[in-house]
């Protein structure tokens, strides 16, 4: 059994202040938690000790897998490459919905039972011929210190790093967390104030702002999802005033997922997203001009292909996460030569489908 206290790290101190009460509040999100001496966060994971507050899973994980890039979702960063992908424990959302809640809604400390440094992991993912590393399946915002000495040590060696995320950072604590993030899938959960409220316990507004400062502001690049719900944010009055603040806001060349719901967590009683209403949404934002609109979770070649967006060739085909057929020479058409946003090689890579569990502390 680890010991807690042996796998903490202070809080950068700027995203703290002491209040006049003498509780301790934290910066990091916009939720503000105000702590006590011994008390935790929202997320679990961040605990006021004295007057610091500490991550309390610093160097451990849930576990860590190899997957395909395609599968957090990114299409156009390093298509077919492998990832070396893992979260921790908690979360700074209480979505209704979570598909990963066993992870994120966890308060089992001992569910967390791979420990590795950062240096550890960055070998680790050399050794496997990860082109990158992802922090997912919980929300890397409120493990930042773990994942940002993470991301600096891969930069040193060449390795790119990815962050999945809901982006419910604030402002002061954004610029240094993505500073050394390649890559950023963020969640947009719904385009009503009202559902992040009630189904999530956050504020809409909160990641619009981190969707524009990624888009306008930093060298991240960025791809957004958007789990559609039936009945809860797939109406065409949403879909519709999403897509145009997408166009006007992040521009036409961002790509965006819209991803199949299956009941799960606190929404057991809805249905599962079909594929028609995942179509629906990707016709929705092509007619506002978005030009790489994928569905993921449902099985659908056309929409899961990147397409030239002057000539229409198909540039990358993929059967599930797997490339079948690639047609990019580095970020340009193979036909007409038009420059495709995003990060690429002269040729995809082959990992596949196939997701692959490792151990990194007993390697």
């Not at 206290?5 to 939720?31: I, V, Y």
């Not at 967590?265 to 934002?285: D, E, G, H, M, W």
Request: with cysteine; glycine share 6%.
């Amino acid at each position: 059994m680890i010991s807690h206290d042996s796998h903490s790290k202070a809080a950068n101190p700027a995203w703290q202040q002491m209040l006049p009460d003498g509780r301790l509040e934290c910066l990091l999100c916009p939720r503000f938690c105000k702590l006590g001496d011994g008390q935790r966060g929202f997320c679990f994971v961040r605990q006021r000790q004295g007057n610091a507050i500490h991550l309390t899973t610093y160097g451990r994980s849930s576990g860590f897998c190899i997957d395909p890039i395609e599968k957090k979702p990114l299409f156009h960063f390093y298509p077919g490459t492998s990832v070396l992908s893992f979260g921790t424990a908690g979360c700074n959302l209480g979505c209704h919905f979570c598909q990963n809640w066993s992870i994120s809604k966890s308060r089992d400390m001992d569910r967390l039972a791979d420990q590795a440094s950062p240096e550890q992991i960055v070998k680790a993912a050399k050794r496997w011929n990860c082109r990158s590393i992802a922090f997912t399946y919980n929300d890397p915002v409120i493990f930042a210190e773990y994942a940002m000495d993470i991301a600096a040590a891969c930069k040193e060696e060449g390795i790119a790093t990815v962050a999945v995320t809901a982006g419910y950072i604030h402002s002061l604590a954004r610029g240094d967390f993505f500073q050394d993030m390649d890559a950023a899938n963020v969640d947009l959960k719904s385009f009503d104030p009202s559902f992040y409220k009630h189904r999530c316990h956050a504020q809409l507004e909160t990641v619009l702002e981190t969707l524009q400062f990624l888009a306008k502001e930093s060298s991240t690049w960025l791809e957004v999802t958007t789990l559609l719900i039936p009945g809860l944010n797939d109406s065409d009055q949403e879909l519709n005033a999403a897509a145009e603040w997408f166009a006007s806001h992040l521009g036409s060349s961002v790509p965006w997922h819209f991803t199949a719901f299956h009941p799960d967590y606190k929404l057991q009683q809805c249905t599962p997203t079909s594929v028609q209403t995942l179509l629906r949404a990707r016709n929705i934002a092509l007619e506002k001009g978005i030009q790489f609109v994928y569905t993921g979770n449902r099985h659908h070649p056309e929409s899961g292909t990147t397409y030239c967006p002057a000539c229409h060739h198909p540039l990358v085909k993929r059967n599930g996460y797997a490339v079948s057929d690639y047609h990019l020479s580095e970020n340009q058409c193979s036909h007409c030569l038009t420059t495709i946003a995003g990060h690429y090689e002269t040729s995809a890579g082959n990992w596949g489908n196939h997701r692959q569990p490792v151990r990194i502390s007993l390697d």
